[in-house]
């Protein structure tokens, strides 16, 4: 995505970041997408795995969802990706806060089909499992069918990022030096592979494409 936002953060606004490419840094990192919208009357937010796209996002779901049929139709969306990256403590409890790093994009999704969805549904399973899809059976005729393929390519969008050490009065540095204040990093890791009991019974070993996730970097 090049170009500036066109949306403007209002809240802390000196935490908007235009740089398209944080906001493709943002969306590389991410695998779950809160997808809004509005049926009937009903705002619903759902939660559903994305991979960065052709200019934008794609996200599968079942072709019998109510949500997918709307936003196939061409109703505005909004899809938040958001990476928490730490805890923040204040002397305080209003300064007390999080790291974080937030993109919101905003537009309508078009439905994929025929060679693009089949792109797109490679580009998911290697966004989310690196590498498998060679050593997997593709998608039947039926499971395809049953699938829809949404491609987000926003109108606009906007990043929101919150980083450092707590913005604090100088009267809590003042009277409260002595309480400790800082920063507790998070991040989402893997943990060892678990073989499922049929893999168990065979005796596969791990390949190398699951241990190297499940390993992590060395």
Known sequence: ?????????????????????VLA??????????????????????PVAYAPWSDG????????SRLFRHLASGAPTCATITLLDGLVYARSAFESSME???AMLFGSA???????????L???SDHLLPDRWEHIRPPSEKEDKATMVLHLQPDSW??????????EAPADLELLGHVWAGRVPLSTTAGPAIPDPTSAAH???????????ANGPN
Do not use: C, W
């Open 110 to 120: 078009v439905q994929l089909t025929g060679d693009r969805k089949a792109a797109a």
């Open 57 to 64: 996002i794609v996200l599968h779901g079942s072709n019998a």
């Open 25 to 46: 840094e943002i969306l590389r990192a991410g695998v779950l997408a809160h997808l809004a919208a509005v049926v009937d009357g009903q705002p619903y937010v759902l």
């Open 203 to 213: 005796g596969t070993p791990v390949p190398a494409h699951v241990a190297d996730i």
């Open 1 to 21: 995505m090049t170009g500036a936002p066109k949306v403007r953060v209002k809240r802390l606004p000196e935490k908007q970041v235009d740089d398209p490419t």
């Open 158 to 167: 906007s990043v929101k990022v919150g980083s450092g050490f707590a913005d």
């Open 122 to 124: 490679r580009a998911l």
């Open 100 to 102: 974080y790093r937030s």
